[in-house]
């Protein structure tokens, strides 16, 4: 009786089932919840069954609008990751602000820690719960991957925590935790102090003028401004009083890069940008995100792979800004480029095999070629199997670049403010122009196109 007046809709995964009706009237006959559950029973829905849905069916079909869901399994519950902690932030006074530091995001203040100190823990994964489908089959869950933390200089690791060997200052790396001594110049970096490389930290608690250079192992803080300056961390940089640099020099961070603002300045973080003020005329990288939420970002070309923040983005006076998103740009210049001198070696190819087949058929007609031809052949030879070994490297280098070149499809620009027209924003090889002012709003790559969405 019940296959005449029903009939089950199974989703692929199996965790949920409606009941559907198959004729138009609602039936006549009655049945009891009984017989409904057995007649899931016998069509192998054995678990998840919700009993009141099932009562709905026999004593109130007149309220149910079909397809009803009759049953639903247990999802697997996937552990999480192991993650590293701040035990300074632990043992301060705000135990409950305790982060996961990954992401090395608050330089502002770099900690300062005792030789034999608590620096960090790592907290191990959970494993994950086992779900159950609507058939009663176990459903698997992913156990959380452990915290892989490399060794890093002046810590000792022991039992999941992590301790300083020196008085110093902590740097925080992707994946490891550091403890270097530090190098501070009291004032503005001049020629009495000259260029800097140092292993550890460094502070300057003045100015960095045009054409000086820092390098440091670990994080790099300015107190003030920096102009034309190369700056180059292993860990993350602060620029508290701002970049204007007249597009000269060049600010890398392995980690974060946190300024005031950005004036024609060119910046490559491992990571994330975050700016407080503005964004102007300058050429940005970020392997995850850039942040300028109380700022307008004018100008020059911005890159992130996870995405782009930002309060207002372009000018009144519709000054041409560049952003792109998903995938660094130089990742996309890089094919473009390898894309010309591919074309470029296969047409001298071309030439080459023209030339090979001229000689080859001087040679049949003659019997034999002169010492001049013959010298020519060979070299045609050579010639060709070093433009075959350099197409084949390079078509390699493109299949690689390629490999990594998917959309993030997570990955999206959010104004907070207002985008103005001549903004062009890229999703790798997909490039829009926007031609309109919009404001509170998301663009991101959905279904092949670059699409704009309200906020």
Not at 60 to 75: L, Q
Not at 152 to 169: E, L, P, R, W
Request: proline share 4%; hydrophobic share 35%.
């Amino acid at each position: 009786m019940m296959d005449s007046l029903f009939s089950l809709l199974i989703k692929n995964d199996r965790m949920e089932v409606s009941i559907d009706i198959k004729q138009e009237s609602f039936p006549t006959s009655s049945f009891s919840p009984d017989q409904l559950v057995q007649w899931l029973s016998d069509k192998n829905v054995v678990f998840g069954i919700d009993q009141n849905a099932v009562n709905r069916l026999c004593y109130e079909i007149d309220t149910v609008h079909f397809p009803f869901i009759i049953a639903k399994g247990h999802p697997p519950l996937n552990g999480h990751d192991g993650y590293l902690i701040n035990r300074l932030s632990a043992n301060s006074n705000n135990k409950h602000q305790a982060s996961k530091l990954v992401n090395f995001k608050d330089i502002l203040n770099i900690p300062s820690v005792k030789s034999g100190q608590l620096i960090a823990s790592v907290i191990p994964p959970t494993p994950g719960i086992v779900g159950k489908d609507v058939n009663g089959n176990p459903v698997k869950a992913k156990d959380g991957k452990p915290f892989s933390l490399k060794p890093g200089k002046n810590i000792i690791f022991n039992m999941g925590n992590v301790y300083s060997t020196i008085d110093g200052q902590i740097s925080f790396m992707t994946n490891s935790v550091n403890v270097f001594p530090v190098y501070e110049v009291p004032g503005d970096l001049d020629m009495k102090t000259g260029n800097i490389d140092f292993i550890g930290n460094v502070v300057v608690k003045g100015n960095v003028p045009n054409g000086f250079r820092i390098k440091a192992g670990g994080d790099i803080k300015i107190f003030g401004l920096v102009e034309g300056a190369e700056l180059e961390a292993g860990g993350s940089i602060l620029v508290s009083g701002g970049i204007t640099a007249g597009h000269k020099g060049y600010v890398r961070a392995g980690i974060d890069i946190h300024s005031q603002y950005l004036n024609q300045a060119n910046c490559v973080a491992g990571k994330t940008v975050t700016v407080d003020g503005s964004i102007l005329h300058s050429n940005i990288e970020a392997g995850e995100r850039i942040i300028a939420l109380h700022g307008q970002v004018i100008g020059g070309r911005i890159s992130s792979v996870a995405g782009v923040e930002v309060r207002d983005i372009g000018s009144i006076h519709y000054i041409k800004t560049e952003v792109w998103i998903g995938q660094p740009h130089q990742v996309v210049s890089k094919i473009n480029e390898i894309e010309k001198s591919i074309l470029s070696l296969k047409s001298s190819l071309d030439k080459l095999n023209l030339l090979k087949s001229k000689l080859h058929l001087i040679e049949k007609q003659q019997g034999m070629l002169s010492q001049k031809e013959s010298l020519l052949l060979e070299k045609q030879k050579l010639t060709q199997r070093k433009l075959e070994s350099d197409l084949s490297t390079l078509t390699e280098e493109e299949q690689q670049l390629r490999a990594i070149m998917s959309v993030e499809m997570d990955a999206s620009l959010t104004v907070l403010g207002t985008m103005y027209p001549n903004t062009e924003i890229h999703f790798g090889k997909y490039s829009k122009l926007t031609n309109y002012k919009c404001s509170n709003s998301k663009v991101k790559f959905l279904q092949g196109e670059i699409s704009t969405i309200p906020l």
